[in-house]
C-alpha cells in the first residue's frame, strides 16, 4: 500500500494513526483490544473498516474519538497535526466527527438546542437564530426527518433509523474534516439505508475523508470506499479495494484468520 | 461516633425570656395580643423537645448547627409592617433590610383596601405547625422581622408581590404572613439573600388560602457561603383552592427547608415544584408533607436536586391521606443527578394512607451524570463544563416546563448562575 508510506502530515492526508494500541480495564488489570493499527486516509477517500462481530472495531472508532473509558498509545494525526493528546470535544473543534452506533439520550435537551450549541462549538461562533433555522429546515428535508424532531428530547425515544440519520444530519452540519461512522447501517430497512448513504456521499467532498466501519456489504454498495480494511484480532489483517469486500461475503473471514495465523479462539 | 444529641441540642438553643419578648415586640411595634402571643409561644419553647433525629424529619441534618447562637432584643431589620395598612398597587416589592428605610415599592392601581398589612403573626386558622416543634415555638416567641399580607377576598393581584429578606444579625427569625380571602389570586415570591459564616436564619411562613383561591408561593434561598438555616412554610388550602409552591435551594451551608401542605377543604389542589443546585461542601436538606385532610383533593410534587463536589442532598417527603378524605390523588417524585463521585443524595418518600379509595405514587432516584452522554456531546465540540450544563439543564427541564412562564424564568434567573459558579468549581 503506497499510501502506508506518506507522511501523516503530508498536505494530501487528512487523517492518520500509526501504532495504536487501546486498552480497556478489565477488573484490576487491562485487555488489550487493538494491538497496533496504522492508518492513512487521503482528502476524499472513503475507507471502509470490515470485521467480525465482536472484534473491536467500534472500540477502535470510540477510542480514536478520544473515549475517556480507553486507554490508547499511538499517534492520532488530523489535518498534519497530533490530536491523541486532545480532549474529545478538541478533536470535534478540529474537524473530527464520530457516528455512534448507539447514540445516547439526552432527556430535556431538544436537537435545536443541541444542535446549536454544537454548530457554536464547531464553528467558533455563535449562529443567528434565524440562519440556524434555515440550515436546520434544509438539513432536516435532506435526511427526510419530520420537522417536529427538532423539538424533541435529542435521541430520547427515537427509533433507531431515526437516530442514525440524526446522527447523519449532524455529519452534514457539522461539515467535518474527517469522520468515523460507526456500523451506520445496522438497524436500518432499505428506504432508510438509502437517504443515510445518500446523506454520507452528500457530507464527502474532496476535502474530507471518512472510515466507515461496517460487517456487511450492503451499505457499501451506496457509499463505495476506496480503499477496505480488514480487522481481526486487533489488527488491520488486509487491506485491498471493493474486491475484498466481495470475497468477504462469499468466503466469510476465517480464511484471512488462516492466512493471518490468529488461532482459532481469537478471531474475533 | 455517639454523639450526645441531647446535650448538644440543649446547650445550642437560644436562651429566650419574658422581657427580651417584650423588647422585641415593643421595637416591631406589637400590641398587647402580640405580647402575649409570643410569652405564649415561650412556654411552648421551653418544653418544646429536641428534634428527633430517629424520625425522618431531623435523621441527616443536626439541628444544633441551624440554631442562632442567641437572640436579642433588638430587631433583625429595621421595618416591620405589623399595623393594619391599606396598599394600592397589584406590584409589591417589600425589602426587610437593615439599616434602610421601609422600601415598599407598589406599581399600578388597585382598589384601596384589596391588599393589607397586618401583624405578621395572628393567629392562624388551623393546620400550622405540630405541637411541640422547637423551631415553630422558636419563630413564634422570638420572630425579630417579618411582614403579613391580606388579599381581600374576590382580588386578583395581577403582579407578584416579593418579599426580600435580607439576612445580616446574628440571629435573623424572619415571619412571614399571607392571608389570601375567598376567590382572591395572589403570587408571592420571598427572596432569601445575605448571610455569611456568623448568621443563622430560622424563619417561618404562613399562607391561608380560603375556599377557590388561587395562591402562587415562591420560596428563593441564595444565602451566601456559610450561612445555616431553617425556613418553614405551613400552607392550608381550604375548598378548591389552588395553590402552587415553587421552591429553589441555591446557598448557604447547611439548610433545612420545610415545606407543609394542608388540603384542609374537598377540592384542594397543591403542587410543589422544587430545584436545588449545591455543590461544595452545601447540604441541602428539603422536606414536604402533604397532608389531605379532606376527599378530592389532590396534591403533585416534583423535586429535583442536583449535587456537584461534595455536596448532599436530602429529600424526605410525607403524603398523609385521612381516613374521611376518600377518592384523593397524590403524586410524589425526586429525582437526584450528582455531578461528582463524592456527592451524596439522600432520598425517602413516605406514603401514610388511611383509607382505600385513593390512588398515589411515588418515584425517587439517585444517579450520576451518565459518562457517555458527556462523551457524546464532546464529540460534537461542547467541552465538559458545556456539556455538563446541558445535562443538568436537560435534567431539570420538564420539572421547570410544569411552572408557568414567569415562574420559571424567575427560577431560571437563579439556576443559570448558579449552575455557572458549580460548574468553575470544577463539579
Redesign the interface.
Known sequence: MSDQLLSPDHPSVVFACRGVQVYVKDGDTEKQIVRGVDLTVRRGEKHALMGPNGSGKSTLA?AL?????YRVEGDIWLNGERVDAL???M???RGM??S?QY??A????TVA??LR??LA??RGTEIPVRAFRQELNAAFATMSIDPSFITR?LNDGFSGGEKKKLEIL?MLL?KPAFSLLDETDSGLDIDALKIVSDGINLASGPDNGLLLVTHYQRILNHVQPDVVHVFMNGHLVRTGGMELVTALEERGYDWLAEEAAIPEGSRA | MAEDTTSVIASARPALDEGLLKALAATLGGDAAQVSRRLAALARYEKAAEPDRVRHLWRFTNPALLLPASVTGAPATDIVLTSAAPVAGASVTIDLWPGQAPAVQTAEDLPVGALVFTAADEPFAAGGAPAGDLFAALGDAAWNTGVGLQVAAGVKLAGPIHVRVHASAAAVLPRVRLDVGRGAEAMLVEHHTGGGPDVRVAGSTVINAADGARVRHAVVQVWEPGTCGHLAVRTRAGADADILTVCGVFGGDETKLELGTDLAGAGAHSEIVGVALVAGKQHADVHTSHRHLAGHTTSRIDYKAVAGQQARSTYTGLIRIEERATHCEAYQENRNLLLSSRARADAIPELEIHNQEVSCSHGATIAPVDPEQLFYLGSRGLDPHEAMGLVVRGFLENTLARLPDDARSMVESFTAPRLATIREGGA
Open positions: 470510540a474519538m478520544g473515549h475517556p473509558s480532549e474529545p470535544h478533536r470535534a473543534r466527527f464520530l455512534f447514540p445516547v439526552v432527556p430535556g435537551v438546542n443541541f450549541a454544537s462549538a464547531r428530547y449532524q457539522l
